[in-house]
């Protein structure tokens, strides 16, 4: 099963505000639980773009570093 609420609940995130770093990072997050890669590495790779934070940068570069 697709972890569908919780999908649901980040896409209408990310649809009214696609510029929020952290529903791309839980969404990518999500699909790497569900072995999406492919998709976590996108939804990750468009957090890390829109992250300003440092500790949030490295978080996120760590969790693509795992899915190389």
Known sequence: ???T???YVLDKAIEFNPTDPNAYYNRGVAYK????VDTAKA???TA???YKDPDKIAQTKSILEELK
């Open 1 to 3: 099963t697709d972890f």
């Open 5 to 7: 609420p919780s999908r």
């Open 33 to 36: 639980a569900k072995g999406k």
């Open 43 to 45: 939804d990750l790779t």
């Open 48 to 50: 890390l773009s829109l």
